[in-house]
C-alpha cells in the first residue's frame, strides 16, 4: 500500500536539516497502523506527502505502486479522490451542509468511489445512510445541519465520508483529540470495523501514546527518523 525510500522534505531550499527524513518504510494493505510522535516531529508533514498534497524533496514515495511525484497536480488530486479517504483532526465539514450531504461529498470528486458506493447501496445518500448508522450516528441526526452536532457526531460525519466509496488508503490525522479515553477507543472499534468492512488500510496519527495496544502495528516517528 505504501512504498518509501530514502525520503526526505525540505520546506526550503536552504535548509541543513530536513523537515522529514525516512530512510525505509512499508505499509501492507490491510494493516491498522498507528503513527505517533510529539508535536513537531513531522507526522502531519509525512501525512501531506502520502496524500500528494506536497512532495518529496528527494527519495521516493509510492502509494498503491504509484510514485506520486511522477503525477501532475491535477493527477496527484484525482489519485488522492480515487484511493484516500482523510478523516481531519478539525473535521472540515461544510456547516451549512447536512451529515448525508457531507458525506455524499466524498464521491463528487470521484466517479471510481461513487461506483463502488453504488455497489452497496441503491443510491449515495442511502450508502451515506448505511456509514452514518455503522459509526454511530441514530438516523434523526442525519438531515440536521452539521453545525448544531456535537464534537462526537462531528467526528462520525468525518469518519464517514473518508470511508464512502472505500477508498483503499483511510488516513487519520488526531480525529479523537477532543474526546475522553472510553470515547476514543469505541471510536477505534468502529474505525476498525469499517476498515475491515472496506478492506481499506488505515494510517492513524496521534501524540496519545495510550491508543498503542489496540493497533497491530505501531510506528514511532522519532525513531523512525534515526534509522537515516
Known amino acids: 500500500m505504501i512504498d518509501i525510500k530514502q525520503l526526505s522534505f525540505k520546506w526550503q531550499k536552504h535548509q541543513i536539516k530536513p523537515t522529514l527524513a525516512i530512510a525505509s518504510l512499508e505499509v501492507i494493505k490491510g494493516e491498522h497502523v498507528f503513527l505517533h510522535g510529539p508535536s513537531g516531529c513531522g507526522k502531519s508533514t509525512l501525512l501531506a506527502l502520502l496524500a500528494g498534497i506536497n512532495q518529496p524533496t528527494s527519495g521516493t514515495l509510492k502509494i498503491l505502486d504509484c510514485e506520486l511525484n511522477q503525477l501532475s497536480n491535477s493527477k496527484r488530486d484525482a489519485f488522492r479522490a480515487d484511493h484516500i479517504g482523510y478523516i481531519f483532526q478539525n473535521f ?80 487519520a490525522d488526531e480525529p479523537t483529540s477532543a474526546l475522553d479515553s472510553n470515547n476514543r477507543q469505541a471510536f477505534i472499534k468502529l474505525l476498525f470495523e469499517q476498515a475491515q468492512a472496506a478492506n481499506s488500510t488505515l494510517v492513524f496519527v496521534s501524540h496519545d501514546d495510550s491508543l498503542q495496544p489496540l493497533f497491530n502495528r505501531n510506528i514511532d516517528l522519532i525513531a523512525l527518523q534515526e534509522q537515516v
Open 92 to 171: 472540515n465539514l461544510l456547516p451549512y451542509l447536512s451529515p448525508l450531504e457531507n458525506v455524499t461529498l466524498g464521491c463528487q470528486f470521484s466517479k471510481l468511489r461513487q461506483k463502488k458506493a453504488l455497489t452497496t447501496s441503491s443510491s449515495l445518500h442511502q450508502e451515506a445512510s448505511r456509514l452514518l448508522n455503522a459509526l454511530g450516528l441514530d438516523e434523526q441526526f442525519h438531515q440536521q445541519n452539521v453545525a448544531n452536532l456535537s464534537i462526537g457526531q462531528q467526528q462520525r460525519v468525518a469518519a464517514a465520508r473518508a470511508f464512502i466509496g472505500s477508498p483503499e488508503l483511510i488516513i
